[in-house]
């Protein structure tokens, strides 16, 4: 009886990743095809199992053992879970290969930031294995960086005689904002200090109250 099912043809490569989403579609096509002729031929026997039952019933009676026999048989259920054991599989292999890229990728931009780290000390006369290693090279270069900001913004504050404002001046009135050195704004109502962002390549620094 297994012989009238009809089962999917599925021509899988030996690696997972070479399956493209048009052999998806169409082992999905091919699939449900299947699944639908299955049906088909499932209804057939059941009709003739209905017959058959009808049939005992009229040579051997209700009660009779064969009758008996004939309801316990049932007819096999198609079954072919190729398709659906697979796919999840070929999804998974897709989502692996391009967390692995997305790590090459992002090893790849560390290592490229290290480099420029180290150039960037070096440039300013720091010695690697002493004054920084590899897996400092970034936080020192950004620390340094930083410095180098905030001495800049507060020579040109000092040299214009101006103020900046600052993150949390809204809580002031008729304030000028922040001179970068004191300890409080111009009002005085807020201690401020400098606050860095970004990193050693585009160093970002501004004045916040604490």
């Known amino acids: 009886m297994t012989s009238l ?10 690696n997972l990743l070479d399956v493209t989403d048009e052999m998806l579609a169409e082992w999905e096509k091919e699939n449900n095809e299947c699944v639908e002729y299955n049906k088909n031929i499932r209804l057939k026997l059941e009709e003739v199992r209905t017959r058959i039952i009808s049939d005992v019933k009229f040579l051997w009676g209700n009660n009779s053992n064969v009758l008996k026999y004939i309801l316990k048989q049932r007819i096999p259920y198609y079954s072919s879970t190729s398709l659906d054991y697979l796919k999840p599989r070929i999804l998974k292999a897709r989502e692996d290969e391009i967390e692995r890229l997305q790590e090459i990728e992002t090893n790849k931009r560390h290592s490229e930031l290290v480099g420029k780290a180290i150039k960037f000390l070096t440039d300013r006369n720091k010695i690697i294995n002493i004054d920084f290693d590899i897996n400092t090279a970034i936080q020192i270069a950004n620390d340094i960086a930083y410095e180098e900001a905030i001495w800049l913004k507060k020579k040109e504050l000092i040299e214009s005689g101006t103020f900046i404002d600052f993150n949390g001046q809204d809580t002031c009135e008729n304030c000028r904002g922040w001179d970068g050195q004191s300890h409080r704004c111009d009002c005085g109502n807020r201690r401020v200090s400098w606050t860095s962002d970004g990193d050693f390549l585009n160093p970002y620094i501004y004045g916040e109250a604490y």
Not at 5 to 14: N, R
């Open 5 to 14: 099912w009809k089962y999917p043809e599925l021509k899988v490569p030996s």
